[in-house]
């Protein structure tokens, strides 16, 4: 069992008293504006666990995670509200779909709802804003547009298509049922490898109506129906004043050393991330 009430007032949402399309869309968007894409704690080699029950009880203490908790936690509040919710294995993958298919880096939610299928996910990384229809078109949601459509070389199968202006090009996602717990492997080599991308930069975003927020190290950037804007974090009080107000992290489970620590090594891989960059400008 979880915490369903206290998981709603983080979101702001009053208890629904039905399983409505107009409910499933609030949640979402309370989601994604409220819950923080992030990897803190791989940065600060704290293992966490991605069972249902940690996912939620890390959302009612002011965090976030990636798509194993979020869409895990998010599974489980849809699941409680009486929403017909299934987890599939997915894969976030380049331009061209992987003839293997989706390796298990993502998890991607469906729910089916009102006699239609909806792609519902939370962990996109600054995705969508909305639920979007398997069927096969494209959809503006903001500054943003996505296309869906059914995968060549995953029978049954669907890739969702990101704005070019994303973090990523493309999700696919196998049509079969998966449990939570078969992404356990995937997720100890996404939050402990040194290979991992989510160990080796920090990435929080977070996604509202008009675009979406991004931190990357040291870099914060905004992208939005204006443009693309961006800025240097250049001191431990105004990053973690941008945590905060930005992406609704106050950290108040990590102590005053392991804040100075995080700092450190966040601060460190900006020195390398801009090293290596000016290296290429001048080749």
Known sequence: MIDVDGYLSVLGVARPTASTAEVLWALHRAQVERVAYETLDNQLERPTGISAEESVARVLRGRGGYCFHLNGAFAALLTALGYDVTLHRAGVQDEVEDPAGPGGDHLALTVALDGE???????????????????????????????????????????????????????????????????????????????????????VQLRDAKGVDMLRGCVLRRIDAEGTHERIIDTAAEWYDVLADVFHLNLADVDASARARLWHRVRAEHGTWEATRQRVTTL
Request: no cysteine; net charge negative; hydrophobic share 40%.
């Open 117 to 203: 299928r909806w792609l519902v996910d939370t962990g996109l990384a600054g995705g969508m804003y909305e639920p979007l229809p398997l069927r096969e078109g494209t959809y503006t949601q903001g500054p943003f547009t996505y296309a869906m459509a059914p995968s060549v070389v995953v029978p049954g199968g669907w890739r969702f298509t990101h704005d070019p202006r994303g973090a990523f090009t493309a999700m696919v996602f196998a049509p079969e049922p998966v449990e939570l717990s078969s992404f356990a492997a995937e997720h100890h080599r996404l939050s402990s490898s040194p290979e991992s991308g989510f160990v080796r930069v920090l990435q």
